[in-house]
């Protein structure tokens, strides 16, 4: 089994940061990738960004590209997404993902989901 565990969301200000951490835990031998989706209600899920966590690769999505970063401490089987000047439009239940090997956007590529953290960005 395959768990994942999101921390760090919260209500904040628009302009202000916040650091979200995903951790993973189970058989995660060959789960390279990690990637960040997020849901605001109303509205389908969409891909923020992701890591392939042998090679450092990483992709964004156009509408947080120069203001969120996400990283990965493989010793701590840990992936975050640093966000900075958070917009109201950031609002969303923010998901951490896993798959075998595949940067994708897409969410149905991705085999196991964490929870959920919300963030809160007010104007």
């Known amino acids: 089994q395959v768990q994942l565990t999101e921390s760090g969301g919260g209500l904040v200000q628009a302009g202000d940061s916040l650091r979200l951490s995903c951790a993973v835990s189970?058989?995660?031998?060959?789960?390279?990738?990690m990637a960040w989706f997020r849901q605001a209600p109303g509205k389908e899920r969409e891909f923020v960004a992701a890591i392939n966590r042998i090679v450092g690769r990483t992709n964004y999505a156009d509408s947080v590209k120069g203001r969120f970063t996400i990283s990965s401490d493989n010793h701590k089987n840990t992936v975050y997404l640093q966000m900075n000047s958070l917009k109201p439009e950031d609002t969303a239940v923010y998901y951490c993902?896993?798959?075998?090997?595949?940067?994708?956007?897409?969410?149905?590529?991705?085999?196991?989901w964490g929870q959920g953290t919300q963030v809160t960005v007010s104007s």
């Open positions: 993902a896993t798959n075998y090997g595949l940067l994708s956007t897409e969410a149905r590529r991705y085999d196991y």
């Open positions: 189970g058989r995660t031998g060959n789960l390279h990738v």
